[in-house]
């Protein structure tokens, strides 16, 4: 215990050495910016196009008909494929922006992700509260996005 107490008093009185470590130099570049600060209007910027694209692909698969109908049955596989497709083309983007604010690109997580388990899940027949509570997240999370984006996440059709 003695020891585990010197180690510490060591480590902390220990300086620096002269010049910036390569872990403060990378700080900056990954430390999340204020909300509505210029890294958020970046992000906005760029991701709003695959937001707009999600919106098209969720409201024809909607568009389909009521959960059970043969129709929107027939259409389930293809609907997983394009959110799959998706995902892997909306995280980079927002993997893209670390400068982003931690509440835009949590928030924006938070909407792939519902996304994601919503599609994933997704069997033919009248579905099951798991479904609609992540459809409902989705749209939840999403809030976030219009709020600190502004116009520049006017995403026709939604919600």
Known sequence: MALSGTALALS??????????QSAA???ASTPGPVGGPADRELCEAIAPLVQENTNTVNTFAGLGE???????AGIAGFQAS???WVSRIE??????PSASAYLTRNFQWYIDSNRIYASQLKPGRG?????A????????LGAGTEVCGNK????GWP
């Open 26 to 28: 990378a700080t900056p």
């Open 134 to 141: 992540a459809w409902n997240d989705a749209s939840v999370a």
């Open 92 to 97: 980079p983007v927002l993997e893209g922006h």
């Open 153 to 156: 996440l006017e995403v026709a």
């Open 83 to 85: 959110i799959r497709d």
């Open 12 to 21: 902390l009185t220990r300086s620096e050495p002269e010049g910036p470590s």
């Open 67 to 73: 959960r059970g109908t043969s129709e929107r049955d």
């Open 128 to 132: 099951n509260p798991a479904d609609e």
